[in-house]
């Protein structure tokens, strides 16, 4: 089963009060309360979304050279792959990801649901003819070698990518958590996957800290419960969302919708919980250019 609707986690946090959290808490939903199997992959809207230039414009025309008097020609899917690839940056192989994984998404559903959310409406027809043209030479060499973009991505760190790796499940496969719990090869992707969520959660990647927020609270196909992770890991959200949002705006994250999670945890655990929550908070502000305050 895929997600493309936790793409919406990757994006650069470029939303405002309220946006950030249902963003957050929808995609969060749909990554570990998925739908059955059978399910058409959802339209819901990475922390975060695509990342930043990824309008259909600035992808259709990453090579193209202008010709005087004329409109320049699309560049096609091999040649955007080609350049990315020949980079080394793992940036560029997340984007590469993120080109395949648009064109898989596009010729199940004929719509791009992560750019409708950016740009906050539908997807125009001739938008829909230039996807459908940029996707038309999509081959199963591609579509086989979409992952290993993405998992050069999550190693390196690039923001987005940790989250969307998790979601992907066990090479490509999510039913293989379910199906193949002891195999050892799912097994190692499982330490591998939390291993890199952690590595970018404690360098504040905001993500990152809400997917392992939400895999933590319950037992689940990747992890146990663990209300001590659990509880740091919202209380370093509840900090950086406060001076995220805009002045009179809920958090989502305070105490009142929260308290039963506390309540579960002893004194010494909850003091655990703040010192690692103080930490991702200062990380965070550090990245953000602010002082470490409250």
């Given at each position: 089963?895929?997600?493309?609707?936790?793409?919406?986690?990757?994006?650069?946090?470029?939303?405002?009060?309220?946006?950030?959290?249902?963003a957050i808490a929808a995609a969060l939903a749909l990554a570990y309360w998925p739908a059955p199997e059978?399910?058409?992959?959802?339209?819901?809207?990475?922390?975060?979304?695509?990342p930043a230039g990824r309008s259909l414009e600035s992808y259709l025309n990453i090579d193209a050279s202008p010709v005087a008097d004329a409109a320049p020609m699309p560049v096609t899917l091999a040649q955007q792959l080609a350049r990315l690839a020949a980079s080394g940056k793992p940036e560029d192989a997340y984007a590469a990801?993120?080109?395949?994984d648009d064109c898989i998404v596009f010729q199940q559903e004929g719509r791009l649901?992560?750019?409708?959310?950016?740009?906050?409406?539908?997807?125009?027809?001739?938008?829909?003819?230039?996807?459908?043209?940029l996707c038309a030479g999509l081959t199963q060499r591609q579509r086989e070698d979409r992952l290993g973009y993405l998992a050069t991505a999550a190693r390196a760190g690039v923001p987005g990518a940790a989250t969307i790796f998790l979601s992907e499940g066990p090479f490509g496969d999510r039913s293989a958590l379910r199906n193949r719990?002891?195999?050892?090869?799912?097994?190692?992707?499982?330490?591998?996957?939390?291993?890199?969520?952690?590595?970018?959660?404690?360098?504040?990647?905001?993500?990152?800290?809400?997917?392992?927020?939400?895999?933590?609270l319950r037992d689940g196909e990747v992890v146990r419960k663990d209300a001590p992770q659990a509880y740091g890991y919202l209380l370093a959200?509840?900090?950086?969302?406060?001076?995220?949002l805009a002045p009179g705006v809920t958090n989502p994250y305070q105490d009142e919708y929260w308290h039963w999670l506390q309540a579960e945890l002893t004194?010494?655990?909850?003091?655990?919980?703040?010192?690692?929550?103080?930490a991702i908070v200062a990380k965070y502000r550090q990245h953000a250019g602010r002082a470490a305050h409250g």
């Open positions: 089963m895929r997600f493309p609707s936790t793409r919406i986690l990757t994006m650069n946090v470029k939303f405002t009060g309220l946006a950030i959290a249902a059978s399910a058409a992959p959802d339209a819901a809207a990475s922390a975060a979304g695509a990801y993120n080109l395949l649901p992560g750019l409708e959310f950016e740009l906050g409406r539908e997807m125009a027809a001739e938008e829909k003819a230039a996807q459908q043209q719990p002891d195999d050892p090869l799912v097994q190692a992707w499982k330490r591998q996957a939390i291993a890199q969520l952690t590595a970018q959660a404690d360098e504040a990647e905001l993500s990152s800290v809400a997917t392992l927020m939400m895999a933590y959200l509840r900090q950086v969302y406060d001076d995220i004194p010494e655990q909850q003091a655990a919980a703040s010192a690692r929550a103080q």
